[in-house]
């Protein structure tokens, strides 16, 4: 099998819009999190949110483009061409036919859905926008990517909630170890921060009034996030032999479903899709030093995540760095997969463990090393990182420096 690795990395993230930014932002342990800006219903009660900030659409799309792109295509395309010319790879000579483009994202244009049914239902508006359809459809995303760049290979969209970018990318990752393609533009995307989103988020009762304190004793909930990160997949020898950095080497995956229930999750099901990981890397669990964990900072899940790493690595989880940063970014739902991969490579990259921010004490349920609230030094050379979605989906990745 083909060995894969990640030439280049794109993000747009409320923790910033390069690699250097994010990577900065995570050793100076900073939350993005803060009063949610931009919707004008006073009557929300989660009032705080992980915003994309100093993001111009028309510093990066002529203007008469931006009626086909809802603001998480946006988001994608821009993280794209940042991977893409990372990478230095070209698409439009003949290597666009052997080149997937696989992109996660939980529920596409809700910006286009939200003002479009504002418009219809509060508003009587009789008709909407002629591209209304093109810009809210769940593929739209990938679909830009493949028309900018030129890939005309396998390209298609997963959508499985909060696993949705893991999934997308661990599928373009076996894709490219078998030699079904020769590379891959792959990530996830999301943008949540609408009125309606919002609404039926607090309606679950799972979010934070304040902030984001994952295995924390005093955790209150998720905090919602938005953005997209964006790779590219290559063979190792074909990237070696023309000279690419090699950002990371992804080495395993693994996926399951919980089928037990719809919200909460179970810690069989995402043990089995950790194993599964390590057994598709050939990884011993002694191997692995350092766990991006799902960590959302709710209840069920930050528990559940901990009994999963207990049952998977049995001693050796006591030894294990763990941190969410969903803690400084927020929870992008079926982009965080993305972002925390990047936050993943980056940290690995720099000698760094990005910290749990907010920790504010242990929990009994939650008795690992969390890494809290500071960045740590350390040379980890191997990585997992976890999602664990609604629906019960759990998909895994592993990557080593």
């Not at 894709?175 to 309606?203: D, H, I, P, Q």
């Not at 799902?294 to 050796?316: C, I, M, P, R, Y």
Request: aromatic content about 6%; hydrophobic content about 45%; glycine content about 12%.
């Amino acid at each position: 099998m083909n060995r894969v690795v990640i030439t280049g990395l794109g993000i747009v993230s409320p923790l910033g819009h390069s690699a250097i930014d994010l990577g900065a932002a995570l050793k100076a342990g900073r939350s993005a999190i803060g009063p949610i800006t931009g919707i004008q219903n006073p009557d929300l009660g989660a009032k705080v949110g992980a915003q994309v900030k100093d993001f111009d659409p028309l510093a990066h799309f002529p203007e008469n483009k931006l009626s086909l792109l809802d603001r998480c295509s946006q988001f994608a395309a821009v993280a794209a061409r940042g991977a893409i010319k990372q990478s230095g790879l070209d698409f439009r000579n003949g290597l666009g036919l052997r080149t997937a483009c696989i992109i996660g994202t939980g529920v596409g244009g809700l910006t286009t859905i939200d003002e479009t049914f504002l418009a219809v239902y509060g508003k009587g508006a009789k008709r909407v926008h002629p591209f209304t359809i093109p810009k809210m459809m769940i593929n739209a995303p990938g679909a830009h990517i493949t028309m900018e760049h030129g890939i005309q290979g396998p390209s298609f969209t997963v959508a499985s909630a909060c696993a949705s970018a893991n999934h997308a990318m661990g599928v373009a990752f076996h894709m490219l170890r078998s030699g079904t393609v020769s590379a891959a533009v792959t990530g996830g995307a999301e943008c949540v921060f609408t009125y309606g989103t919002l609404k039926g988020w607090e309606a679950l009762r799972v979010m934070a009034p304040d902030t984001c304190r994952p295995f924390s004793r005093d955790r209150k909930g998720m905090v919602l996030g938005e953005g997209a990160a964006m790779f590219v997949l290559e063979e190792r020898s074909a990237a070696l032999a023309r000279g690419a950095e090699v950002l990371a080497e992804l080495i395993g995956f693994g996926m399951t479903s919980d089928a037990s229930d719809i919200v909460l999750p179970s810690a069989e099901g995402a043990a089995r899709a950790i194993a599964g990981c390590l057994e598709d890397a050939r990884l011993r669990p002694e191997a692995v030093q350092y766990v991006n964990a799902h960590g959302t900072g709710t209840a069920a899940n930050d528990a559940t995540e901990t009994k999963a790493l207990h049952s998977v690595f049995g001693s050796h989880a006591r030894k294990l760095m763990v941190s969410s940063t969903k803690s400084m970014h927020g929870h992008a739902l079926g982009g965080a997969g993305s972002i925390e991969l990047a936050a993943t490579i980056v940290a690995l990259r720099e000698g760094f463990i990005p910290p749990t921010a907010n920790y504010t004490g242990p929990d009994p349920l939650c008795d690992l090393d969390y890494v809290p609230n500071e960045a740590r030094d350390a040379a980890a050379e191997v990585a997992i990182s976890n999602s664990f979605a609604f629906g019960g989906h759990n998909a895994v990745i592993a990557v080593r420096r």
